[in-house]
T-cell receptor, first 114, second 116 residues
Framework: KNQVEQSPQSLIILEGKNCTLQ??????????LRWYKQDTGRGPVSLTIMTFSENTKSNGRYTATLDADTKQSSLHITASQLSDSASYICVVSRATGGGNKLTFGTGTQLKVEL | DADVTQTPRNRITKTGKRIMLECSQT?????MYWYRQDPGLGLRLIYY???????NKGEISDGYSVSRQAQAKFSLSLESAIPNQTALYFCATSDPSAGSNTGELFFGEGSRLTVL
């Protein structure tokens, strides 16, 4: 079964601290993996995309990693800010004859506090 | 102005009522989608459309219908709303010709529907 599991479900950190969010998947055949950020009351916005050949990709203070062998990805946030408070959603794309199909994780709810 | 606009943003209705959620986009994308988001569950695909004459069911289409009136407009209807359709609904678009960014979804702000 094609699944995407994220951990932890929720996380509270102090402003300025780093954190790492995890995404494990069983989706096959793998096409790509995206991390989205969803602010409260808003739609998700893409942070980064990881393809099979990429191990690490950064977008400002966000760094995503991908281990396609173990089917794991992580999103590392450096020097967190209050504006990082949001839900982070891992989405894995599966290649099919009819085009790519997406499987969404349930998200990690991050709260950054003073 | 937002690239993907959803109306209404919030709606409270009663069981059995017909509801329409509307989506319009200025991104020029051919592909449009309707998703549903519930607490503790990932986004689930209701319907999608790859052009004006194309309508496809997603994983949870029962109880819903859609209309693609134009490239820029995609509406979702609940013919007879029931309480378990209470959820946050998102419209999204994508551009299959976007090279390495193919498959990126651009979401609207969401429509929160409550069915009493």
């Amino acid at each position: 079964k094609n699944q995407v599991e994220q951990s932890p479900q929720s996380l509270i950190i102090l402003e300025g601290k780093n954190c790492t969010l995890q995404c494990n998947y069983t989706v096959s055949p793998f096409s790509n993996l995206r991390w989205y950020k969803q602010d409260t009351g808003r739609g998700p916005v893409s942070l980064t995309i990881m393809t099979f050949s990429e191990n690490t990709k950064s977008n400002g203070r966000y760094t995503a990693t991908l281990d396609a062998d173990t089917k794991q990805s992580s999103l590392h946030i450096t020097a967190s800010q209050l504006s990082d408070s949001a839900s982070y959603i891992c989405v894995v794309s599966r290649a099919t004859g009819g085009g790519n199909k997406l499987t969404f994780g349930t998200g990690t709810q991050l709260k950054v506090e003073l | 102005d937002a690239d993907v606009t959803q109306t209404p943003r919030n709606r409270i209705t009663k069981t059995g009522k017909r509801i329409m959620l509307e989506c319009s986009q200025t991104k020029g994308h051919d592909r449009m989608y309707w998703y549903r988001q519930d607490p503790g569950l990932g986004l689930r695909l209701i319907y999608y459309s790859f052009d004006v004459k194309d309508i496809n069911k997603g994983e949870i289409s029962d109880g819903y219908s859609v209309s693609r009136q134009a490239q820029a407009k995609f509406s979702l209807s609940l013919e007879s709303a029931i309480p378990n359709q209470t959820a946050l609904y998102f419209c999204a678009t994508s551009d299959p010709s976007a090279g390495s960014n193919t498959g990126e979804l651009f979401f609207g702000e969401g429509s929160r529907l409550t069915v009493l």
